[in-house]
Structure formats: C-alpha cells, structure tokens
C-alpha cells in the first residue's frame, strides 16, 4: 500500500512527563537515533484521529481516552514530497505499555527535553505547546543532511540562527530567534558603524534610535545599523543585507572596513518576558558619504538616525546621560581602528555586561 503523505504524532503526558520514542531499531529510518513521539502515516479512509488512535495502540499498547489536536506541522525536504503531520497531545490513556519494535519508549521529564537527540524543528513545537498555544500551523524546509534553513509559524516567516561552540563557529544546531534569546545561546550577529570624518579633525558617528516596538531597548540608541546572521549565511551578506534594510544604504563588499571581534552578554527583561543576548559580532566601518536626508529607514526597526560627535556620545555612554544600549569596549575600537598600523587580525573584544 503506497503510503500517505499525512502523519499523526502524539506526546502522551504523565506527571510532567512527556511518552517518548528513542528510534533506534531501524537501519534505514529518517528519524535514526532522533527522540520522538508516537505515531504514523494515515491508512486509506483514515481520519487523522483514527490513526492516532490506531498508532498509538499499536506502538505502545496503550488506548488513548482524552486527547487533543495541538497543530499541524508541513514538512518539506529537499528532493523529497511534502509531508503533513498532525499534532496530538493526550493526557488520559488505559492498558499496560508494551516494547515497541519502532524503537525504545521511555517517560522523560518535560525540563530534561532539550537535552535529547530532538529534531531542531520540534524544538519550536514543544516550546509553542510548553506556552499553551491551544492551536498552530508550522511549517519547516529541511536540507537532506537534516539542518533546518526557513520556519513559518501561522503563515509568518521566522528567523533561524545558527547557535556557535564559544569560538564563535556554528555547532551544526539551528534555533528559532525567540528561543535563542531565551535561553542565552551564543549567535552570530553584524554591526556596522557609519561614521565621517570632519574637516576639524573630528568624528562623527551615526546613530539609529531603535523603534519603541521592539522587542528589546525600545527607543534607545544603537549602532549605526546591526543585525543578525541568518543560519547559513555569511557575515559579509548581512552586514550588506542589514545596511539596505535599516538604513536604505546600498554597499558592496569592499566598501566594509573590517575592525575585529565583539563578544557580548547582556541579561533583562522586556515586556515581562527574560531576555538574554550573548552574540560575537563582527564589527565593520562604512565611511562612504552618507546624509541624514538620503537615509530610508526600515520604520519597524528605526525611529531616526542622527549624527553625534564621538567624544560626546562616549561621554554619554560613560555618565549615563545617552540612553543608548551601546557597549563602550565596542564603541571604542571605532577610534583605535583608524590609528596608523592598526590590524583587526586577533582583536577579540568582550564585555559580559552593559555598562
């Protein structure tokens, strides 16, 4: 019987516990030593509830009683047809468990998940049933080699970022912005800053006052422009990428003057919600001709961009009379950049906190 592009998967819950399936037993299975629910493809005639019921009975012996449909999830992997699962929680369930010749099943503590061989993907899916989202649309593109490159939630595009070992390289793992930000994972994030010389042999930089909807330090002002690195690209692409987008300042690569690494930490909270932000940033100057009147600026980020003396915005930084979320360590390798002999080649600056 050819099989059904429709799927069910459920998570059966007990004393906050998740039901979970080690898929160990098969050679040539997709899912080859992933943690996962319980479940199946849809027989001819099935409705999605009938093969949860159906599945469920036969991989663990167990006869579902309460249960709910959660989300439906669109899979789609390179070279391969799409695939549509529906997602099921259940916390009322009669029978004894049996072995299952899928694999291993084993109760695992909710808090204990992240912790597990975990599709990147079902990540975003547990954390969405841990905030008790009664019922979502996710979709995720896959390559073959199991990374994930582009999430939609509801129909909205969702930023993925590689998270990086603490020499700033990708570990191979791919997380969903909110999360990243939740949970404090290092990512790779761009800064450029605009600056102009002035005839007096002074230093102008440019600020963007950041939107007073964002997520994080609403109406504070930040560097010139910044952004971060999607999963998979490079910096080079989104630091240009960033400077169209929030600022309308069309580049090319030879226009960025690298100055070195940044490496920061900062914790608060937001809206009522944590937010932790540890990134390594590679830092850039843009010293082309740039006018306050030629700027388009991205409204949803920036507010307005202005230029400031450099000295008075440092002294603004340092008596706390700019609201800025700047970090001065940062700030100050805008001026020793342009020292005679200076090289970024090793220049690793890190700040654990804002000041």
């Given at each position: 019987m050819k099989k059904s592009n429709m799927t069910t998967l459920c998570y059966i819950e007990r004393d906050n516990k998740y039901l979970m399936l080690h898929r160990v037993a098969k050679k040539n299975d997709i899912n080859k030593d992933k943690w996962i629910g319980v479940g199946g493809h849809l027989e001819e005639?099935?409705?999605?509830?009938?093969?949860?019921?159906?599945?469920?009975?036969?991989?663990?012996?167990?006869?579902?009683t309460s249960y709910r449909f959660r989300?439906?999830?669109?899979?789609?992997?390179?070279?391969?047809?799409?695939?549509?699962?529906?997602?099921?929680?259940?916390?009322?369930?009669s029978g004894r468990m049996r072995e299952c010749s899928e694999g291993k099943l084993e109760w695992v503590d909710r808090k204990k998940l992240e912790g597990l061989n975990l599709w990147d993907g079902d990540r975003?899916?547990?954390?969405?049933?841990?905030?008790?989202?009664?019922?979502?649309?996710?979709?995720?593109?896959?390559?073959?080699?199991?990374?994930?490159?582009?999430?939609?939630?509801?129909?909205?595009?969702?930023?993925?970022?590689?998270?990086?070992?603490?020499?700033g390289a990708p570990t191979g793992r791919v997380k969903e912005r909110s999360m990243v930000h939740r949970d404090g994972d290092l990512h790779r994030t761009v800064h450029m800053w605009v600056i102009r010389k002035r005839e007096d042999g002074g230093l102008d930089v440019l600020l963007q006052k950041r939107s007073k909807d964002k997520d994080s330090y609403p109406g504070c002002y930040d560097i010139s422009s910044a952004g971060h690195v999607q999963a998979g690209d490079d910096f080079e692409i989104s630091a240009?990428?960033?400077?169209?987008?929030?600022?309308?300042?069309?580049?090319?690569?030879?226009?960025?003057?690298?100055?070195?690494?940044?490496?920061?930490?900062?914790?608060?909270?937001?809206?009522?919600?944590?937010?932790?932000?540890?990134e390594i940033s590679a830092v850039y100057l843009y010293d082309k001709p740039v006018k306050i009147?030629?700027?388009?600026?991205?409204?949803?980020?920036?507010?307005?961009?202005?230029?400031?003396?450099?000295?008075?915005?440092?002294?603004?930084?340092?008596?706390?009379?700019?609201?800025?979320?700047?970090?001065?360590?940062?700030?100050?390798?805008?001026?020793?950049s342009l020292e005679p002999g200076y090289s970024p080649e090793g220049v690793r600056v890190r700040e654990i906190s804002k000041i």
């Open positions: 005639g099935e409705s999605p509830e009938e093969c949860l019921l159906r599945e469920v009975w036969e991989e663990t012996g167990l006869t579902l989300g439906l999830i669109t899979f789609c992997m390179d070279g391969a047809p799409a695939e549509y699962m529906c997602l099921f929680t259940a916390d009322g369930f975003l899916f547990f954390d969405l049933l841990r905030r008790g989202e009664p019922f979502f649309s996710l979709k995720y593109c896959y390559r073959r080699d199991g990374s994930w490159y582009r999430a939609e939630l509801n129909g909205r595009s969702l930023e993925l970022f590689d998270v990086c070992g603490e020499d240009l990428r960033e400077l169209k987008e929030e600022l309308g300042v069309e580049a090319g690569r030879e226009d960025l003057t690298f100055i070195g690494w940044h490496e920061g930490y900062a914790s608060d909270t937001f809206r009522g919600q944590p937010y932790k932000n540890w009147s030629g700027l388009t600026l991205q409204r949803s980020e920036v507010e307005s961009a202005v230029f400031m003396d450099y000295d008075e915005i440092l002294a603004g930084m340092e008596d706390g009379s700019l609201n800025c979320c700047l970090y001065p360590k940062e700030f100050q390798m805008i001026r020793k």
